[in-house]
């Protein structure tokens, strides 16, 4: 598709890709002209009548989609028949996937499921109370919990590349959890909370780009003395939230913010340091107090800080101050794979970044991130 020089403006849905290839096919005539490839997305939430256009694809074909309804009963019975007698390591992170899969597994096997939460130092708070306490109240099982703060920010703090950083990562949670594997008898599997959204991003089919390696999918070493078992990985947040329902979980665990496995660590951009993660800790608490207190908590998505390794120039005081900028990044999704960023009040803006200048030491500024996906992803690594 070529249009000369001029770029139309696409609807919702389409996505001009000026790839190396159309470049050159556009220079084998005489004039040399721009060209652009265009793709379209009609599977995503923010594409006009998208779903009416997938309907009238599957009416084409004579499928009906309400035959496809999640049928929780088959995915119970698929781990039995897959996991047979052997024990299966779960990967807790706290958050909702890890719960809605650890749900499905208990389920399917009952005593032979070992829950572990990694204790990186790098999740938020309240990852740690929901896996020691809400949890074995679920299942009458008590979580490991392995306190590794030290190893993970020795193994990190030189790691500038985000890719470099996520597999690091990847490889250090499964690392740690095939020792947990040698101290047991009989295990043959780690449950992740994979979903789909995590694995097309990863690369993981032949169709899709690397966007980012999910330290689940992409971040995982090549070599595993564990098979893995991923009960939700077809499924998309809403339909996890769903699986998550109909298992009867609370909603103060389905409907917390996802919070990615490499936590702080992909907020952190240049060096990671111990001083730095406290200071992204206590920017990021900032930002949750002053949205939940503004009752926007349930309208939003995902919403957090990051250390943006930049610094700007600053009055404190009667004297210039040369700090680092604290970017905050809130969207609105259904499904993750696109979203829009969060139309948080002015006042609400303006608090969060009084408050983050006034209390996190050595920041000079913060900057709001109003950048849709596409084309930036969430995190900013
Ligand atoms: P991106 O940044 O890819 O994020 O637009 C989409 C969603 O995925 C989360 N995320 C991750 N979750 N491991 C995870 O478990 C990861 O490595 C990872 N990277 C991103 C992100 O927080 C957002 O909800």
Same mark, same amino acid.
């Given at each position: 598709?070529?249009? &000369?020089?001029?770029?139309?403006? %696409?609807?919702?849905?389409?996505? =001009?890709?000026?790839?190396?290839?159309?470049?050159?096919?556009?220079?084998? &005539?005489?004039?040399?002209?721009?060209?652009?490839?265009?793709?379209?997305?009609?599977?995503?939430?923010?594409?006009?009548?998208?779903? /009416?256009?997938?309907?009238?694809?599957? $009416?084409?074909?004579? /499928?009906?989609?309400?035959?496809?309804?999640?049928?929780?009963?088959?995915?119970? #019975?698929?781990?039995?028949?897959?996991? +047979?007698?052997?024990?299966?390591?779960?990967?807790?992170?706290?958050?909702?996937?890890?719960?809605?899969?650890?749900?499905?597994?208990?389920?399917?096997? +009952?005593?032979?499921?070992?829950?572990?939460?990694?204790?990186?130092? %790098?999740?938020?708070?309240?990852?740690?109370?929901?896996?020691?306490?809400?949890?074995?109240?679920?299942?009458?099982?008590?979580?490991?919990? %392995?306190?590794?703060?030290?190893?993970?920010?020795?193994?990190?703090?030189?790691?500038?590349?985000?890719?470099?950083?996520?597999?690091?990562?990847? %490889?250090?949670?499964?690392?740690?959890?095939?020792?947990?594997?040698?101290?047991? !008898?009989?295990?043959?599997?780690?449950?992740?909370?994979?979903?789909?959204?995590?694995?097309?991003?990863? *690369?993981?089919?032949?169709?899709?780009?690397?966007?980012?390696?999910?330290?689940?999918? +992409?971040?995982?070493?090549?070599?595993?003395?564990?098979?893995?078992?991923?009960?939700?990985?077809?499924?998309?947040?809403?339909?996890?939230?769903?699986?998550?329902?109909?298992? +009867?979980?609370?909603?103060?665990?389905?409907?917390?913010?996802?919070?990615?496995?490499? &936590?702080?660590?992909?907020?952190?951009?240049?060096?990671?340091?111990?001083?730095?993660?406290?200071?992204? *800790?206590?920017?990021?608490?900032?930002?949750?107090?002053?949205? /939940?207190?503004?009752?926007?908590?349930?309208?939003?998505?995902? =919403?957090?800080?990051?250390?943006? $390794?930049?610094?700007?120039?600053?009055?404190?005081?009667?004297?210039?101050?040369?700090?680092?900028?604290?970017?905050?990044?809130? =969207?609105?999704?259904? #499904?993750?794979?696109?979203? #829009?960023?969060?139309?948080?009040?002015?006042?609400?803006?303006?608090?969060?970044?009084?408050?983050?200048?006034?209390?996190?030491?050595?920041?000079?500024?913060?900057?709001? #991130?109003?950048?849709? !996906?596409?084309?930036?992803?969430? /995190?900013?690594?």
């Amino acid at each position: 598709m070529s249009h &000369g020089d001029e770029v139309i403006k %696409l609807p919702r849905g389409f996505r =001009y890709i000026a790839s190396s290839e159309n470049i050159k096919a556009a220079s084998i &005539g005489d004039e040399k002209r721009n060209i652009y490839g265009v793709q379209f997305h009609p599977e995503v939430q923010h594409t006009n009548y998208g779903m /009416e256009i997938l309907k009238n694809f599957l $009416n084409i074909c004579q /499928e009906n989609p309400e035959s496809r309804e999640i049928n929780i009963k088959d995915i119970i #019975d698929d781990i039995k028949v897959k996991v +047979g007698n052997k024990k299966v390591i779960m990967a807790l992170s706290g958050g909702t996937d890890s719960f809605v899969a650890a749900t499905l597994i208990a389920k399917a096997i +009952g005593k032979n499921l070992i829950p572990v939460y990694v204790n990186s130092g %790098l999740m938020r708070d309240n990852a740690l109370k929901n896996v020691t306490q809400i949890f074995p109240k679920l299942f009458a099982i008590k979580p490991k919990v %392995l306190k590794v703060k030290n190893i993970f920010l020795n193994k990190i703090k030189n790691i500038i590349d985000p890719e470099k950083k996520r597999k690091t990562i990847g %490889l250090l949670y499964v690392r740690l959890f095939e020792k947990v594997a040698q101290k047991q !008898k009989n295990v043959g599997f780690l449950g992740q909370g994979t979903t789909y959204a995590d694995f097309i991003h990863s *690369k993981s089919t032949k169709h899709a780009a690397l966007i980012k390696s999910h330290h689940n999918v +992409g971040g995982l070493p090549k070599k595993m003395k564990l098979k893995l078992i991923e009960p939700i990985r077809y499924f998309y947040t809403d339909q996890v939230r769903y699986i998550g329902k109909k298992l +009867g979980l609370p909603e103060e665990i389905l409907y917390q913010q996802p919070f990615p496995g490499p &936590g702080f660590a992909v907020r952190i951009l240049g060096k990671i340091t111990d001083n730095r993660l406290r200071k992204l *800790k206590q920017a990021d608490r900032i930002v949750m107090d002053e949205i /939940e207190k503004a009752g926007l908590k349930n309208q939003i998505f995902q =919403y957090f800080a990051i250390l943006t $390794n930049t610094k700007s120039t600053a009055i404190k005081g009667d004297g210039r101050f040369y700090g680092e900028v604290v970017a905050i990044r809130a =969207y609105t999704t259904k #499904d993750r794979m696109t979203a #829009d960023w969060a139309k948080i009040p002015f006042e609400v803006l303006q608090k969060i970044s009084t408050r983050i200048v006034n209390e996190v030491p050595e920041v000079s500024r913060v900057v709001y #991130d109003i950048t849709t !996906k596409p084309p930036a992803t969430m /995190e900013w690594e």
